[in-house]
């Protein structure tokens, strides 16, 4: 199934990744800051472009990340959207957001990954989580004016995290 999800709001675009996004992309997941949170870090560049090249093979699937656009630059400012993971044996569907150091503390987070939910939700998926490293207080702010509850501390390949859901 091809799928092709868009969302807008007043202040941001969300769209599917497409290969002209790849320099963005591939420059995200090399800075330090951009993945300060992450079990991986920042990547080297032959790493980055196989992660960028595997998202966008999923770009057009039912659940993947989407590029976070600010209407006003017209500039990709990082990615939402929700993925299949699996975390403790069991199969789930994740909402992960990330953006550059610019783009934080402006809402941008908050208002992508609500508009997001709401998606879903139309859609009929109510059972998503999210999880945080233990230590990305600003990320679970996030989470928890989208109404999640930390539920578990947890871990993902012996990184420790948060498990929220809604």
Known sequence: MSFHLKIETER???RPLVAGDEEVFVS???????MQYSRAGPSNESVARIAFAKRLV?????YSKLAVIERS?????????????ELEGKRELELGYR???????????????GEVLDYYRRQGTFNIIAYTATENSASQNVLGK???????????DFFPIIVFRR
């Open 28 to 34: 995200f997941l090399m800075d330090q800051d951009f």
């Open 99 to 113: 953006l550059t150091s610019k783009a934080r503390g402006r809402g941008y987070a908050t208002e992508a990954a």
């Open 73 to 85: 630059t017209g500039q990709i400012i990082g990615y939402c959207g929700v993925e299949v993971c």
């Open 146 to 156: 989208l109404g999640f509850k930390a539920i578990k501390n947890s871990e993902i």
């Open 12 to 14: 941001l675009i969300l």
């Open 58 to 62: 999923h770009a057009a699937d039912q």
